[in-house]
């Protein structure tokens, strides 16, 4: 078996394909470093640095011809898709579909695709959210990933390409990046280590799921496994406000000082938890 995992250099992408590795099975990346990092990239790997809005990655498909591909790559910043739409679609959108019609030409098996629960659902009406909630996204990243899980379902209806779409929470550990906007495990821990106050965005009340990135990747592998298809939410069902967020941080790290709170930002939801049931049955 062969696969081909996007993003493979980033934050989530590089724990699959350390997990594929382990398991022996052959794994190439496709990633153009943009926030990836070339020290993730597992050396057993076979690495093409290139972008999935280039018609180029059509060689890369040809020579790799991938059983299963894992899309991970994308523009990831909620707060990016909201300064910049038009990049956010041109990478979320237009770079997605691009890695879907190579899965298409070169007959892969299944696509297994990096949604978003905590972006696609916008103001919850119910706790934790199953997957048939309304999707009312409150951002163009949150559009985008709604946008692709529905190209997924079309190719899957017309021809017959099975895929699953995993609809992360928060995800959080290591080689998360605490220098992007994105990340507030990774940046609370890292401005307490450097001795700088921390920024809670708004007054830290806005709750989120943080889901492990062991879990996430332990979620890829068993969606590539098992003979699943659709939608699957991963989360823990557990909420957890910033405010509640800091102090288990601050408790567990023995900071000593106190927080700061910035402007609320514009594009995020009040209240996220996932209710990740329906991934554990099946
Ligand atoms: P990340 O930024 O670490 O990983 C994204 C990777 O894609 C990076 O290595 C980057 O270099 C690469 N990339 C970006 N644009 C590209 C392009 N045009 N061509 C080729 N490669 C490109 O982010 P992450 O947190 O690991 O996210 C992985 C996936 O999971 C993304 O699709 C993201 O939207 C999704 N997701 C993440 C979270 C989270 O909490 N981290 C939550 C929900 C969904």
Same mark, same amino acid.
């Given at each position: 078996m062969k696969i081909l995992v996007t993003?493979?250099? %980033?934050?989530? %992408?590089?724990?699959?394909?350390?997990?594929l590795?382990?398991?022996?099975i052959r794994t190439a990346?496709i990633?153009?470093?943009?926030?990836?990092?070339?020290?993730?990239?597992?050396?057993?790997?076979t690495?093409y640095?290139?972008?999935i809005?280039?018609k180029a990655i059509k060689e890369i498909f040809e020579k790799e011809r991938p059983d299963i591909v894992f899309h991970?790559?994308?523009?990831?910043?909620?707060?990016?898709?909201?300064?910049?739409?038009?990049?956010?679609?041109?990478?979320?959108?237009?770079?997605s579909l691009n890695i879907i019609e190579n899965c298409r030409v070169y007959g892969v098996k299944k696509i297994i695709f990096? &949604?978003?629960?905590?972006?696609?659902?916008?103001?919850?009406?119910?706790?934790?959210?199953?997957?048939?909630?309304?999707?009312?996204?409150?951002?163009?990243?949150?559009?985008?990933?709604?946008?692709?899980?529905?190209y997924l379902e079309y190719y899957r209806l017309v021809f017959g390409i099975p895929y699953v779409?995993?609809?992360?929470?928060?995800?959080?550990?290591?080689?998360?990046?605490?220098?992007?906007? @994105?990340?507030?495990? @990774?940046?609370?821990?890292?401005?307490?280590?450097?001795?700088?106050?921390?920024?809670?965005? %708004?007054?830290?009340?806005?709750?989120?799921?943080? *889901?492990?990135?062991?879990? *996430? *990747? @332990?979620?890829?592998?068993?969606a590539m496994e098992?003979e699943v298809s659709?939608?699957?939410?991963?989360?823990?069902?557990?909420?957890?406000?910033?405010?509640?967020?800091?102090?288990?941080?601050?408790?567990? @790290?023995?900071?000593? %000082?106190?927080?700061?709170?910035?402007?609320?930002?514009?594009?995020?939801?009040?209240?996220?938890?996932?209710?990740? &049931?329906?991934?554990?049955?099946?």
């Open positions: 993003g493979g250099a %980033g934050f989530i %992408g590089s724990q699959i394909v350390d997990a590795i382990e398991k022996g990346i990633d153009n470093l943009s926030t990836g990092k070339k020290e993730n990239i597992n050396p057993k790997a690495f640095q290139a972008d809005r280039d991970e790559a994308a523009q990831a910043s909620v707060r990016l898709s909201v300064a910049d739409p038009c990049m956010d679609a041109d990478i979320n959108i237009v770079g990096a &949604s978003s629960g905590g972006a696609i659902y916008g103001e919850q009406e119910s706790f934790p959210a199953p997957e048939p909630h309304p999707t009312r996204p409150l951002s163009p990243y949150g559009a985008a990933k709604l946008s692709i899980e529905h779409a995993l609809r992360y929470s928060n995800v959080y550990g290591p080689r998360q990046d605490p220098f992007g906007e @994105a990340g507030v495990v @990774a940046i609370f821990t890292s401005q307490m280590l450097r001795g700088e106050t921390p920024t809670v965005n %708004g007054d830290g009340g806005k709750t989120r799921d943080y *889901v492990f990135v062991k879990d *996430v *990747v @332990a979620a890829n592998i068993a098992k659709g939608v699957f939410n991963i989360g823990t069902g557990k909420e957890t406000s910033v405010n509640g967020l800091y102090e288990i941080i601050k408790n567990k @790290a023995g900071y000593p %000082g106190d927080k700061k709170h910035g402007p609320a930002k514009t594009g995020e939801q009040y209240r996220s938890v996932l209710d990740a &049931s329906l991934a554990k049955k099946d």
